[in-house]
Each structure stands twice: as structure tokens, then as C-alpha cells.
């Protein structure tokens, strides 16, 4: 061991045991110090595990399988739906369409959803004039159409209009759903998004006095908007015999939904196209190219951003509805005398490319009660409207 010079020795004397233990005391506090170091050492490790285990809570969110960055999984669908309705490589994006969703509100904070063009806002639950979801529905849904981050929306920069109709708990009154859908007409919309039959606990027909979703509905069309609506999620063994209203009218277009191998998902609910008189409403048969639903879009294991800022992975044909809506916001930009109209005479028309243009599934003629005339392709449904 070498020396250690003690306090008040001269280096050169020899040390002699009266100076050794004077120099073993100073040494003391260094052993103290390592255990010292010791103890902050497992101080942080404990916290670092307790930070692990914080942060472990907040993974599991209450619409699914939540993460501070998109896991695999959920970029694996976004994928997987791209390339099943033919969305890869289309070079639109909405510019110059303007889209109203009906819906839960929205939380424009979320990183995906910075570079929104969110144009007006109208809250018809507690009428604050801050956008806000208290929620969560219509944030995932928006994110659908306008998310430009890990998520990719299909037409992410139109021109977004936002109407909150569903209350915190998810349900929604048919008359203030009426009331958010002639809102967004009377801003001269192009489309409006209605996710509500695909929505948790919307009210989906009220037999009251008021103005009902549908009667708003249809008279937005026949000022020459377009109307895009959920066919709702009551299918299999709860189906309650044909799709939501505002769904069921004849002019909206009306979405069930897919899985990601393109089998139809079982909770999107079979239209009746055949006519019925009971239960109420009175139902006529439908015909081509009106019969419900009218075609089908990514609804199960969908993707989306969610109102805690962060992203899900969600099921219905709310999803598969604002599929729909982006796709038909392209077919507009990329054909603009399709927002000319003051009349539903345009929407005839789409429809019938959306005949034309959908996948039906193997061995398919005609229409489907559960997968419509086919899967939208988005491609196709532009070369449709291009022939």
C-alpha cells in the first residue's frame, strides 16, 4: 500500500502507527462515500422499475391496446388495409373537399392530427367553442380521414368541419343528430360523415315528433351533398333485422364492414332489402343501385389515433364508414364538377360507380345483404368515374 500523506505529517517522515491511524480515519469516509454511491445506485433502479411499471399502466387504454408510438400491429393493419382496397400509390389528398363528421367531437392536440385544416366547430352537447372529445369516438374517426403522422389518414387535407352530437358516454339523440346535420349543410359541406350507426349507444330511431336524423339526412342530399353513414355493428346473432338509421335511407351511401382478409366481419350488421311490415318503420324493397348496404370498407383491427394522444386498435363500421368518406372526398378533388350539383342527381351517379367499381367476394353476383355489391377499391371507383 502506498502512503497517505496524514494532516500535519511531513511526507518524508516514515509513518509510524500513531500516523497510520490517523490516516486510516481519513480513508473511512471514502469507504462511506462508495456506499453512499451504492444506495443512490439502487435508488435509481428502483425508480426507473417503478417509472417501468407507471408507464406499463398507462399501455392499456379503454379503447384497446394502447402505445406512446403505433405498435407493429397497428402498422401492420394500416398496411394491410391500404393494399386491400387499392390505396397504395393514389396521389390525392382531399385538397379543396370539405367534410363535416357528425360525431363525438374531436382532440386536435394528438400529434397525428397537428396539421388539420379543421375549418369550423360546433358543439350541440354542451355548446363550448373550444373543440374537444370527451369521448374518444370521433377523434379515432376523423384520424381515419385527416391523421398525417404514424397514422395516415386517406384525404388528410381537406377542409374538416366538426359537429359533436354524441355526449360523453357515446349515446346521441336522433333530434340533436338532425340538428348537427343540417349544421353542416347549411356550411355548404360536400360530404358529410356519419359514423353513428357504428357508434357505441346511438340512439338509432326516435319515434318522437321532432326532426329525425333521416328527414335531415335526405334533405341534405337533395341539396347536391354527398352522405356517407355506419351500417351499424348489431350483426350475427343480435342483428336486429336491417342496418341503422340514418343508414337505411336510400340515397346514403350506406358502409358495412371487413376484416383484414376481406371476409365480412361479423359484427356488421345485414341489410333488408326485400321489404318488411313489421317491426316499424314500414320498409319498402329496395333495388339497385340503393340496395343496403352498399358496399363494405375495413372494419376490424382498424388503426386509429385516440383522444388520450396516443393510438388503438378499434372494430365497427364506423371505421369502415370514413374509409369510405376519404375515398369518396378523392373521387371529388379529382373530379370537381361533382360538387357543382344542388340536387341528389351526383349522388345517383356515384353510386352507381360504386356498383361498378367494389370487389364482391368469391363466387358474388349481384348484391349481398352482408357484404353489399363488393369491397370498396379505390382505384377502381376513380377509373370508374374517368371511363
Known amino acids: 500500500m502506498h502512503s497517505v500523506k496524514p494532516r500535519g505529517v511531513d511526507v518524508s517522515q516514515e509513518l509510524d502507527t500513531d500516523s497510520y491511524t490517523e490516516d486510516h480515519r481519513d480513508i473511512l469516509p471514502e ?9 443512490v445506485a439502487l435508488g435509481v433502479a428502483i425508480f426507473f422499475i417503478s417509472a417501468m411499471i407507471y408507464l406499463g399502466t398507462l399501455l392499456l387504454g379503454e379503447n384497446g391496446l394502447v402505445t406512446y408510438r403505433p405498435g407493429q400491429q397497428a402498422l401492420d393493419s394500416q398496411e394491410i388495409y391500404s393494399d386491400l382496397i ?40 354542451d355548446n363550448r367553442a373550444s373543440p374537444y372529445d370527451d369521448h374518444g ?61 357504428g357508434a357505441p349507444d346511438i340512439i338509432p330511431f326516435d319515434l318522437g315528433s321532432e326532426r329525425g336524423s333521416d328527414e335531415a339526412t335526405n334533405d341534405a ?61 314500414l320498409l319498402a324493397p329496395r333495388s339497385d343501385p340503393n340496395k343496403k348496404p352498399e358496399l363494405v370498407a375495413p372494419a376490424h383491427q382498424v388503426a386509429v389515433v385516440n383522444y388520450e394522444g396516443t393510438w388503438s386498435m378499434v372494430d365497427g363500421t364506423s ?16 373530379n370537381p364538377q361533382l360538387t357543382e350539383s344542388t340536387s341528389s342527381a351526383n349522388t345517383v351517379q356515384v353510386k352507381e360507380w360504386i356498383q361498378q367499381s367494389v370487389t364482391p367476394r368469391e363466387s358474388q ?19 370508374a368515374a374517368n371511363a
Open 31 to 39: 469507504e462511506n462515500l462508495v456506499l453512499v454511491q451504492r444506495m
Open 86 to 125: 387499392d390505396f397504395d400509390g393514389i396521389q390525392l389528398d382531399g385538397d379543396g373537399i370539405r367534410v363535416c363528421i357528425v360525431d363525438s367531437g374531436i382532440m386536435p392536440q394528438h400529434s397525428d392530427l397537428e396539421s388539420v385544416n379543421l375549418v369550423e366547430w360546433k358543439d350541440f352537447v
Open 137 to 197: 369516438h370521433g377523434t379515432s374517426m376523423a384520424g381515419i380521414l385527416v391523421a398525417d403522422g404514424w397514422m395516415k389518414g386517406i384525404a388528410p387535407e381537406v377542409d374538416l368541419y366538426v359537429a359533436k352530437a354524441l355526449a360523453e358516454d357515446g349515446s346521441g339523440i336522433d333530434s340533436v343528430v338532425a340538428e348537427a346535420i343540417d349544421w353542416c349543410a347549411s356550411n355548404d359541406v360536400h360530404i358529410i360523415s356519419l359514423s353513428l350507426g
Open 221 to 281: 342530399i337533395d341539396q347536391g351533398i354527398f352522405v356517407v353513414a355506419a351500417a351499424g355493428n348489431d350483426g350475427g346473432d343480435n342483428d336486429d333485422g336491417d342496418v341503422s338509421n340514418p343508414c337505411g335511407e336510400r340515397l346514403v351511401i350506406c358502409v358495412g364492414g371487413v376484416t383484414q382478409n376481406g371476409d365480412h366481419w361479423s359484427g356488421s350488421s345485414t341489410g333488408d332489402n326485400n321489404g318488411r311490415l313489421l317491426p316499424l318503420p
Open 319 to 334: 371505421a369502415a364508414t370514413v374509409y369510405v368518406t376519404g375515398a369518396l372526398a378523392l373521387l371529388l378533388e379529382e
Open 365 to 383: 353476383t349481384g348484391h349481398d345483404d352482408d357484404y353489399g355489391y363488393g369491397l370498396l377499391n379505390i382505384q377502381n371507383l376513380l377509373d
